[in-house]
């Protein structure tokens, strides 16, 4: 999408597939509502080339996982695991295992580098 405002304005979220998400985000917990204000401040504030790099190094393009998406994906297998998520220590074992299981999995695939090509393609797209 190549959006040209006057003076070179950095173009408004709201109305966009971001902004839409972000809406849907409000509310649901204190800790989301600071990764949406910390997104939507990314997403309206002007950037460098250096600083556009940086960002999309450190949002999704680090091939060792050591970026934000890693960060969720470390977190999601943490939220779906008992020993490290207390309130599911009540469930039954199997649920608890297939709650564990399936974190683990998406965690997993959160993680897995190929997700990561295309941001560290868009990177490297700068410099040349």
Same mark, same amino acid.
């Given at each position: 999408? @190549?959006? @040209?405002?006057? /003076?070179?304005?950095?173009? =408004?979220?709201?109305?966009? $597939?971001?902004?839409?998400?972000? $809406?849907? #985000? $409000?509310?649901? @917990? ?6 949406? /204000?910390?997104? !939507? ?5 002007? @950037? ?7 960002? #999309? ?5 680090? =091939? /060792? ?12 297998? !943490? ?14 074992? /199997? ?17 897995d580098p190929d997700l990561r090509d295309s941001a560290s393609n868009a990177n490297a797209a700068i410099d040349q």
């Open positions: 999408m @190549h959006v @040209h405002t006057g /003076d070179n304005a950095v173009p =408004p979220v709201t109305g966009t $597939e971001l902004g839409d998400v972000l $809406e849907d #985000l $409000e509310g649901v @917990h204190a800790g989301i509502d600071l990764i949406r /204000d910390g997104l !939507r401040l990314l997403a309206l504030d002007r @950037h460098d080339l250096n600083t556009t790099q940086v960002l #999309l190094a450190t949002l999704a393009g680090s =091939p /060792d996982g050591t970026d934000v998406l890693g960060a969720v994906g470390q977190l999601v297998g !943490r939220l779906a695991n008992a020993d490290t998520n207390p309130c599911l220590r009540d469930l039954p074992l /199997d649920r608890q295992e297939s709650s564990r299981k399936h974190g683990w999995t998406a965690s997993y695939e959160l993680l």
